[in-house]
């Protein structure tokens, strides 16, 4: 039932020690103030633990035993096998502790508990996993230069990574930065949402039990003004990796342009068009992908395709069958099994769809579906799957980041006016389209300003591929070996023979 899951939740906090904790230097510990702050059940607006608010002071113990770690280079000296074999362990670790994993995730941020369980938690681990694996398989180069010269080129670890994460896919994401950085060689400080920090405190001692030395993986959970701020401006930090919005993505660039010019990795915000042509081969399926590229994890997606650009002459037919196949999501209970979709974060962004919503009703659009909280509206941070016609690209729903389910329908006349609207935004992450001219598909796909173009499906993804974005959508690549270039120096030693 709700309640023994609630409880088993709130034991497993106490009992890992993970309830008021922070990790430095291979062990938990109390923020130095004393504070926390509460984690709150966005379905039921329950507290179910307290999270150690950490501060400057705490920053500083923290990247100073990342960097004491690195300097003495208790991990990044060691080969690359005996990397790969922690990480690997890590990832064993992480599915043998995939309930727990999943539960603290779920009832953190309000993902169903099917997605967190199968999704999720899985994903994570295979990050961990494909980077520890890839790690001991990467060579370094030789230049081609004079006869009388050897000059190699070789890969170094950078330092002290500083990760930032978000609270939308707060394990996985955090594993894309922590997996590369960590096969990599350098020490990391991860700093989760305040928002959903449970799975991060978590990992903490999973890593530690699988072998990353004291010091080289630290987590500080807290508030960006404080705890993230002093990340992006410490001296001995020497990377930011950074996932989250495009605002705060700009001050962190800000914080090393003020400090020491660290490299800074930003994977941002997106409002991703969707693109469907008037021979798209086959409309049933491109409905439904349309449904669950903006509607998946309560459309807080940072590359939800929240933009649906229809040609005209089959507008009303496939918003029809966008409609139809959007019911199927249906806000309910995380904790239940059945459920395929869940809370919202919190109730403040559950506000802030709402006030989209209705910008998008004052502005002229007309909804299609949804357009409200649901269920318990008072208490959970629901918002129905939303559906907007009748829009333009000008609209405030067309342009800015709504980060809920909220779908905006924009029709087009061709192919031209399809790239002009699909381009005419900050963002630049993904971008879809749907036709059965290959011709058309490849030349549109070149055109298409985003890092990632689906033809004919939306949203697929593997860790062989990288990950990241165009113009504000960000800089620097997740996933794949590219991933690893965030890590990285590269150094090119003369030798004159
Ligand atoms: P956010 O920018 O509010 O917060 C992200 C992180 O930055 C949090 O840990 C937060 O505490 C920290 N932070 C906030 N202000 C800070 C400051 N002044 N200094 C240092 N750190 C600070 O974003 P969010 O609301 O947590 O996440 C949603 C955003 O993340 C959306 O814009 C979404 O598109 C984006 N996102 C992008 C990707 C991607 O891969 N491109 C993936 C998921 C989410």
């Not at 990467?138 to 002290?160: C, F, K, M, N, S």
């Not at 928002?195 to 903490?204: C, D, E, F, P």
């Not at 506000?351 to 909280?373: M, N």
């Not at 059965?436 to 549109?444: C, V």
Request: charged fraction near 20%.
């Amino acid at each position: 039932t709700y309640d023994q899951w609630q409880a088993y939740c709130q034991a497993l906090v106490s009992q890992q020690q993970i309830e008021g904790r922070a990790f430095i230097n291979g062990g938990y510990t109390q923020a130095q103030s004393g504070r926390t702050f509460d984690c709150v059940n966005p379905a039921n607006s329950e507290i179910i633990a307290h999270i150690a608010e950490c501060d400057e002071a705490d920053v500083e113990l923290a990247v100073k035993t990342a960097r004491q770690s690195f300097e003495s280079g208790v991990w990044r000296n060691q080969s690359p096998k005996v990397r790969k074999e922690a990480l690997i362990k890590l990832a064993v670790l992480m599915e043998a502790n995939q309930t727990e994993l999943a539960a603290l995730e779920t009832l953190d941020m309000g993902k169903p508990i099917s997605e967190s369980f199968h999704v999720d938690v899985p994903g994570s681990a295979d990050v961990i996993r494909w980077h520890g694996e890839a790690i001991d398989k990467i060579y370094d180069e030789v230049a081609p230069t004079q006869e009388d010269v050897l000059a190699t080129i070789t890969r170094e670890p950078i330092g002290v990574v500083a990760a930032i994460t978000p609270w939308n896919f707060p394990l996985w994401l955090a594993c894309w930065k922590i997996g590369p950085a960590l096969a990599a060689g350098n020490s990391v400080v991860l700093k989760p949402s305040e928002k959903s920090s449970l799975t991060a405190i978590y990992l903490a001692r999973l890593a530690s039990e699988a072998g990353i030395p004291d010091g080289v993986f630290n987590v500080v959970p807290g508030f960006g003004h404080t705890v993230g701020k002093a990340l992006g401006l410490h001296m001995q930090v020497d990377c930011l990796a950074f996932t989250g919005s495009t605002r705060t993505a700009r001050t962190l660039l800000e914080y090393a342009g003020q400090s020491n010019m660290k490299r800074v990795w930003l994977e941002a915000g997106g409002k991703n068009p969707n693109i469907v042509f008037a021979d798209c081969p086959n409309l049933d399926k491109a409905a439904r992908s349309a449904a669950s590229g903006c509607f998946y994890n309560q459309g807080e997606v940072c590359v939800a395709g929240t933009r649906l650009l229809v040609e005209r002459s089959i507008h009303d037919e496939f918003v029809q069958k966008v409609v139809e196949a959007s019911r199927h999501f249906k806000p309910g209970d995380p904790l239940n099994p059945a459920t395929n979709m869940g809370a919202l974060v919190d109730k403040q962004h559950q506000g802030s769809v709402l006030q989209y919503i209705q910008w998008g009703q004052q502005g002229g659009a007309t909804l299609a579906l949804g357009g409200s909280a649901a269920l318990d509206a008072d208490k959970g941070a629901f918002v129905e799957p939303t559906i907007f016609t009748g829009a333009d690209n000008q609209m405030r729903i067309a342009r800015e980041e709504i980060f809920g389910p909220v779908m905006t329908v924009i029709p087009f006349n061709d192919e031209q006016q399809a790239i002009e609207i699909a381009n005419d935004t900050d963002y630049g992450l993904g971008a879809a389209l749907w036709t059965a001219n290959l011709s058309r598909a490849h030349k549109l796909a070149k055109q298409l300003r985003a890092g990632s173009v689906w033809i004919n499906n939306y949203n697929d993804g593997d860790m062989t591929v990288p990950f990241g974005g165009f113009k504000q959508s960000g800089n620097g690549r997740d996933k794949s070996l590219h991933a690893l270039d965030k890590y990285t120096e590269l150094k090119t030693t003369w030798i004159q023979l």
